[in-house]
C-alpha cells in the first residue's frame, strides 16, 4: 500500500532554506515512510494533537496522516530545538 506524499507550502520553503544534504535526506526519509504499510507506527504520535514526529538525524519532521486518502502531509520540516516551538 503506497501513501501519497504531500508537502505545505511552508515545508516547501524551509526544505529549500536547508543544507541540500539534509533536505535530501528528510526528502529520502519520507518517501521511505510513504512505502511502509503502517507509516503511522514509524513516527512518534505529539502529546494532545493529531499530529506525528518523524525522526532524521537532528532534524524532525512534522506529519499528519489522512487514512481515508491515504495521505501523508509533511507539515514542518525543522532542526529538533526549533520545531515544537510554532504548533
Do not use: C, W
Amino acid at each position: 500500500m503506497r501513501y501519497s506524499l504531500i508537502y505545505s507550502k511552508r515545508a516547501q520553503h524551509k526544505l529549500k532554506r536547508l543544507p541540500e544534504e539534509a533536505a535530501a535526506r528528510i526528502i529520502g526519509a519520507l518517501e521511505l515512510l510513504a512505502e511502509e504499510e503502517s507509516p503511522h507506527l514509524q513516527v512518534k504520535r505529539l502529546t494532545n494533537s493529531p499530529l506525528f514526529s518523524l525522526r532524521v538525524g537532528v532534524y524532525r519532521v512534522i506529519l499528519a496522516f489522512e487514512h481515508q486518502q491515504l495521505v501523508i502531509m509533511a507539515v514542518d520540516p525543522d532542526h529538533r530545538r526549533n520545531v515544537y516551538n510554532n504548533l
